[in-house]
Each structure stands twice: as structure tokens, then as C-alpha cells.
């Protein structure tokens, strides 16, 4: 299923993140345990094109998504249920979905896909009037953790200006979150 996706990104640090926590009593919310694993090609073409393919395991779900990087606004996501539990180092571009194969086409990806990085996040949503608050903390390899509010919308201009109050309520200055993708890659290249 393709769909847009509408979003503003802010990394915080852990107490901004537990005054969040209690603000909006997420304690007493489920967590959402994500399981995300990344692949690109060995030359990273993926990367080249702002986009990211991944296989996410919830409790209850395990999609594939393939994520492309619009514009500064917006994203295009590509999301497919899996049936097997199995996660692959490798993956065959014969074996992705059908939508996600075309795209690969137009890119001319014809190479095995390499598990590349290993993400778990724990996470916890509420439905506010403007858009999803959602809260993160994801762990990364290397013992690394961080902490991200995410506020996802439908409309750009209601749901920014929505964000901007959240953050100004909190005293929060803007510190815009790069993908956690590319976070990882960040952190990895502290650890060597």
C-alpha cells in the first residue's frame, strides 16, 4: 500500500522525554516494540536515492516498507504485510513485492539486498486533535540510545504549527531528527 506521509521529526534528551512521558501519561500506554532491519545494495543505491528499505516485526505485524524522501514536507512510503517470520542478511530483488520491484526497476537495482543495520525502538502513540503524538526510544548497536518525538499529520501547515506549539509548551528548542536510519549510520561511525 503506497501512501504519504506527514511528518516532523525532534530528537530530545532523556528529560525532555520523560516530561513528555508524564505530560501526556504514555506510562499508562502499550508499547509498541519495533524491530527494524535495514538493507541496501552493496554499492548503497538505496541511499543515494533518499530512500530506505526495511523489515519491521511488531507483536502482531511484520511488513516490509520501502521509504523515499519526497521533499522536505513529505515522504512516500510503500508498505507490504509479510507472512514468515524469517529475517533474511540477504534479500533477492525477485522476491520483493511487486510495487517495490518496480521502483527498484527504475533504479536499475538488480543486486541482492545486505541487512545493514539492526534498530529497536519502543514506542508509544497518542491520537491528539492535530495529529499522532508519537514518543520514542530506540536503541541503537553499539549500547547507543535516543529518544525522538515524532507528530504525524494530514495537513503540513495545521499540523506545523500544531508541532511548534507542542514544542514552545514544553520550552523544547528545534533540533529536527534525521531519519533513525541515518542516526544509526551516524552512531556507528562514533563507535569506530
Given at each position: 500500500?503506497?501512501?504519504?506521509?506527514?511528518?516532523?521529526?525532534?530528537?530530545?534528551?532523556?528529560?525532555?522525554?520523560?516530561?513528555?512521558?508524564?505530560?501526556?501519561?504514555?506510562?499508562?500506554?502499550?508499547?509498541?516494540?519495533?524491530?527494524?532491519?535495514?538493507?541496501?545494495?552493496?554499492?548503497?543505491?538505496?541511499?543515494?536515492?533518499?530512500?530506505?528499505?526495511?523489515?519491521?516485526?511488531?507483536?502482531?505485524?511484520?511488513?516490509?516498507?520501502?521509504?523515499?524522501?519526497?521533499?522536505?514536507?513529505?515522504?512516500?512510503?510503500?508498505?507490504?504485510?509479510?507472512?514468515?517470520?524469517?529475517?533474511?542478511?540477504?534479500?533477492?530483488?525477485?522476491?520483493?513485492?511487486?510495487?517495490?520491484?518496480?521502483?527498484?526497476?527504475?533504479?536499475?537495482?538488480?543486486?541482492?539486498?545486505?541487512?545493514?543495520?539492526?534498530?529497536?525502538?519502543?514506542?508509544?502513540?497518542?491520537?491528539?486533535?492535530?495529529?499522532?503524538?508519537?514518543?520514542?526510544?530506540?536503541?541503537?548497536?553499539?549500547?547507543?540510545?535516543?529518544?525522538?518525538?515524532?507528530?504525524?499529520?494530514?495537513?503540513?501547515?495545521?499540523?506545523?504549527?500544531?508541532?511548534?506549539?507542542?514544542?514552545?509548551?514544553?520550552?523544547?528548542a528545534r533540533?529536527t531528527a534525521?531519519?533513525?536510519?541515518?542516526?544509526?549510520?551516524?552512531?556507528?561511525?562514533?563507535?569506530?
Amino acid at each position: 500500500m503506497r501512501e504519504i506521509e506527514l511528518e516532523f521529526k525532534q530528537l530530545l534528551d532523556a528529560s525532555q522525554y520523560e516530561a513528555l512521558m508524564e505530560h501526556f501519561h504514555l506510562r499508562d500506554k502499550k508499547i509498541i516494540n519495533n524491530r527494524n532491519f535495514y538493507y541496501d545494495t552493496a554499492n548503497q543505491i538505496l541511499k543515494q536515492n533518499n530512500a530506505a528499505l526495511r523489515i519491521r516485526h511488531t507483536a502482531d505485524n511484520k511488513e516490509i516498507t520501502l521509504k523515499i524522501k519526497k521533499n522536505l514536507e513529505e515522504n512516500i512510503e510503500i508498505n507490504v504485510r509479510l507472512t514468515d517470520n524469517d529475517i533474511p542478511n540477504n534479500i533477492s530483488v525477485k522476491e520483493l513485492p511487486a510495487e517495490i520491484k518496480e521502483i527498484f526497476a527504475e533504479w536499475e537495482i538488480t543486486s541482492d539486498l545486505k541487512l545493514i543495520q539492526k534498530i529497536e525502538t519502543d514506542r508509544r502513540e497518542l491520537m491528539l486533535d492535530e495529529g499522532l503524538l508519537v514518543l520514542d526510544k530506540t536503541y541503537f548497536l553499539g549500547n547507543v540510545v535516543d529518544y525522538e518525538l515524532e507528530f504525524e499529520v494530514t495537513d503540513y501547515n495545521i499540523g506545523q504549527k500544531a508541532f511548534e506549539r507542542l514544542l514552545n509548551k514544553f520550552n523544547i528548542a528545534r533540533n529536527t531528527a534525521k531519519p533513525k536510519i541515518a542516526r544509526a549510520f551516524e552512531y556507528s561511525k562514533k563507535l569506530q
